[in-house]
């Protein structure tokens, strides 16, 4: 059932990012950026939490998971430390994904050339 | 008015029309696999072509097809009184660069993907001033350099909309001379820079349209010919959306071209292909025209051809400022005579 919700959650992500895709002139880019801050903002409105609960990975691997991870770490930041930590909480919550984006591009980098789709 | 002119923006090549005497066309693997796979000389294995970087193979594509079209007429490079050629990425440095191997005076023209009936267009009127005996006109682009230069580096993995166009990688160029054997241009037709406020750089065929159609007007009205005088009617790279604006745009002004109106962006690959809405780049019209068309011009299948290359001026640059994307075609009419 855990993988079904799973599925379910980070599939409607993923259309309304292809809809964004297909139907608006947004950039690549900009759908991005938007994923992550609507992640944040709907963590800070209470939102993403349920989603989280209910979908589980589906819902924190996909881009406003990212969000989620930031805001929740902001959060917990300014408990543990004052509002210092709404500047040092997101991204040392953030900090496993981060490093592992620059590590594993790097080496993806290193370790292939691109090429033009056959 | 100058007795080579005709109406406001084409000139009647009379005196010594240019022939085009030689043709050669170089192309990726997937441009290989299309429909027109037969009429080029040469097919890619892979889209380095054992270069170190993409822009390194697309210079030596167009180096290579410069050279094949000298090899085809016999010449040297010192037969050849002018090199004009362009290409899609900053500084036109596939052109340039290629240039320098070549050793032939050189042109460098920005035209976008117009860039082949821009160099044709500037290329006759010497030959038929009797400015030049013989003039290479040469353009190339390639998809993973055009990818970098105006959209994302494929490293990205960006999704293509439906709208988005494939840039042929290739190279093609024609050999015009005052003598010889071959086709000739008869007209050619300068176009205005034309904006109809289109923003997306993956909907150029949209933006480019509207100049397709306004040269096509132009023509029609300064040569008091209509789409019945010419066997075919071509433009670079609108594809399938871009043709059917054209087609829609010259019916208002009174110009039925839609059973003679072909878009090399239309030909170029196959539905199967995954392409999207056609192809697109320099070498899209430059190796349908060198390739294909003058193919069928002298198997005598077509006649006369009126031809704009069709090019979506816009940078990276203004893009990201959010501007809209200005797009222009220059025509020309080849003539098979006899």
């Known amino acids: 059932m855990d993988y079904i919700k799973a599925f379910i959650t980070g599939g409607v992500i993923c259309i309304i990012g292809q809809i964004l895709i297909d139907k608006t002139n947004l950039t690549p880019a900009r759908i991005l950026v938007i994923f992550v801050t609507a992640g944040a903002i709907l963590t800070a409105l209470g939102i993403y939490g349920p989603i989280v609960e209910f979908g589980g990975a589906g819902a924190t691997v996909p881009l406003p998971g990212f969000g989620y991870a930031l805001a929740k770490g902001a959060i917990k930041g300014v408990k543990d430390s004052g509002v210092l930590g709404a500047f040092t909480g997101g991204v040392t919550a953030a900090a496993g994904g981060i490093t592992a984006a620059i590590v594993f591009g790097y080496l993806a980098a290193v370790l292939f050339d691109p090429k033009e789709k056959s | ?338």
């Open chain 2, 1 to 338: 008015m100058s007795m080579h002119r005709m109406g406001g923006q084409t000139l009647l090549l009379t005196q010594n029309p240019p022939k085009i005497i030689s043709r050669a066309t170089i192309v990726g693997k997937k441009e290989g696999e299309g429909p027109l796979a037969e009429y080029f000389d040469k097919i890619l294995e892979d889209d380095l072509w054992g270069e170190k970087s993409w822009e390194k193979a697309e210079r030596r594509m167009y180096v290579e097809a410069a050279e094949l079209a000298l090899k085809k007429a016999q010449k040297e490079p010192q037969d050849i009184n002018y090199l004009f050629g362009g290409d899609l990425l900053d500084q036109i440095i596939s052109a340039t660069f290629a240039a320098r191997s070549l050793g032939i005076p050189f042109y460098g023209l920005y035209g976008a993907c117009s860039s082949m009936t821009q160099t044709i267009s500037l290329a006759a009127p010497l030959l038929d001033g009797g400015y030049a005996d013989n003039v290479l006109c040469v353009t190339s682009s390639h998809f993973c350099s055009a990818e970098r230069q105006f959209r994302y580096p494929l490293e990205m993995g960006v999704q293509r909309p439906p709208t988005a166009q494939w840039t042929v990688t290739g190279a093609g160029g024609v050999l015009l001379s005052v003598n010889g054997e071959g086709p000739c241009i008869t007209h050619v037709t300068t176009g205005k820079v034309i904006d109809f406020g289109m923003k997306d750089a993956n909907y150029m065929g949209a933006a480019m349209a509207p100049a397709a159609a306004d040269t096509f007007r132009a023509h029609f009205e300064d040569t008091g010919r209509g789409p019945d005088d010419y066997d075919l009617i071509v433009t670079g790279d609108l594809a399938k959306y871009g043709r059917e604006l054209t087609i829609d745009l010259l019916k208002r002004d009174g110009y039925d071209i839609e059973d003679r109106f072909i878009d090399c962006g239309c030909e170029m690959f196959n539905e199967s292909q995954d392409v999207h809405a056609g192809a697109s780049g320099c070498a899209c019209s430059a190796v349908v025209l060198a390739g294909y068309l003058l193919k069928k011009m002298e198997d005598g299948d077509i006649k006369r051809i009126l031809m704009a290359s069709t090019g979506a001026l816009h940078s990276i640059i203004t893009s990201q400022q959010g501007d809209s994307i200005p797009g222009i075609a220059h025509a020309i009419a080849i003539e098979k005579k006899g």
